[in-house]
């Protein structure tokens, strides 16, 4: 994940995985805390003034069509809120759509999975993120103060070029050093730190088997 690294910010999530992690808490429990903790940093270091630029929505969704990586405490705390809101044949069901996804998007870079629109395994069909509350660090990153832009830049990017979107910078830059920090502490606590595409991780942690 590029980006500008807060390095105070960088430590205080990585202390606060470190300390989690000995405490032995769920992989839910300490991305609560880490999103908890952004959350709170955007606030302070962000304007009203300059967070009222932002137009990202429930419903708008053109940012939803590109690959999403994760990390491992991510996709457990994701498979751990789906298996228990979702009853055993929705389960069923978006694991079909995830093989779906995982089988078609399968060896297909960035653009080449825009230009074949496939869409998030996570996105309803209202445009919405069906699992907001625990949605990536990756997707909690990215601002734009101008949809249009978005929608552009996807169309612009099937003709191999490149869209300006207008997004605050200051918002990236505390997710990546969220998502830097967790990575950092998984490594030192002996976590696989890898970052994974989301589809194959959730898929593999709802259970391989299609039904
Ligand atoms: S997880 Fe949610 S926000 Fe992220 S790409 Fe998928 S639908 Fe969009």
Do not use: W
Request: aromatic content about 4%.
């Amino acid at each position: 994940m590029a980006g500008i690294k807060i390095y105070d910010f960088h430590e205080t999530v990585y202390s606060s995985v470190t300390d989690s992690v000995k405490a032995g808490e769920s992989p839910a429990e300490i991305m609560d805390r880490i999103h908890q903790l952004t959350q709170q940093r955007a606030a302070e270091d962000i304007s009203d003034e300059e967070a009222s630029h932002i137009k990202c929505r429930r419903g708008c969704s053109h940012c939803c069509r590109v690959h999403v990586p994760v990390l491992c405490l991510e996709a457990d705390t994701i498979a751990e809120y789906l298996l228990s809101s979702l009853s055993a044949d929705d389960i069923e069901e978006l694991k079909r759509k995830l093989h779906y996804i995982k089988v078609h998007i399968a060896g297909y870079d960035e653009q080449e999975r825009i230009i074949a629109n496939i869409p998030c395994g996570f996105l309803g069909s209202e445009g919405e993120c069906t699992i907001h509350p625990v949605r990536p660090l990756v997707c909690r990153s990215v601002t734009s103060a101008d949809a249009d832009a978005c929608r552009r830049a996807m169309t612009m990017s099937i003709c191999e070029e490149n869209a300006f979107i207008p997004m605050n910078i200051l918002h990236k830059s505390i997710h990546d050093s969220a998502f830097i920090g967790l990575a950092d502490a998984m490594k030192d606590m002996g976590i696989d730190c890898r970052s994974f595409e989301i589809t194959e991780a959730v898929l593999q942690r709802l259970g391989k088997r299609i039904v």
